[in-house]
């Protein structure tokens, strides 16, 4: 495994992951019998992630979807929460609370 040079953003990347698994664009030429509306089936029922990811992954998702194929990407987008310590910081295995 080697890390990828050329990342623009971690988030975007994963904004495009449902477009770019299928190659879209390059293998959907203009007048290809392939057409891709955006996903296999259509939107997902719904996307699930901790608040903080919101920001990056669910945004990309959305932006991309909507501004290539005029559509959302997910029907439904589900936020959890955080926990906090009993200082109020988030809790996380770095930070060892």
């Given at each position: 495994m080697?890390?990828?040079?050329?990342?623009?953003?971690?988030?975007?990347?994963s904004g495009?992951?449902?477009f770019?698994?299928?190659h879209y664009?390059f293998?959907?030429?203009?007048d290809?019998p392939l057409?891709?509306n955006?996903?296999?089936?259509?939107p997902?029922?719904?996307?699930?992630?901790?608040q903080?990811?919101c920001?990056?992954?669910?945004?990309?998702?959305?932006?991309?979807s909507?501004?290539?194929?005029d559509?959302?990407?997910y029907k439904?987008c589900l936020?959890?929460g955080?926990?906090?310590?009993?200082?109020?910081?988030?809790m996380s295995k770095?930070k060892?609370n």
């Amino acid at each position: 495994m080697c890390r990828e040079k050329y990342v623009l953003d971690c988030w975007f990347d994963s904004g495009c992951a449902p477009f770019a698994q299928w190659h879209y664009p390059f293998a959907f030429e203009k007048d290809s019998p392939l057409q891709y509306n955006g996903s296999a089936d259509g939107p997902v029922d719904f996307v699930a992630e901790g608040q903080d990811q919101c920001r990056g992954w669910f945004y990309s998702l959305l932006c991309l979807s909507t501004t290539l194929f005029d559509r959302p990407a997910y029907k439904k987008c589900l936020s959890l929460g955080l926990l906090l310590d009993k200082n109020g910081h988030k809790m996380s295995k770095s930070k060892g609370n």
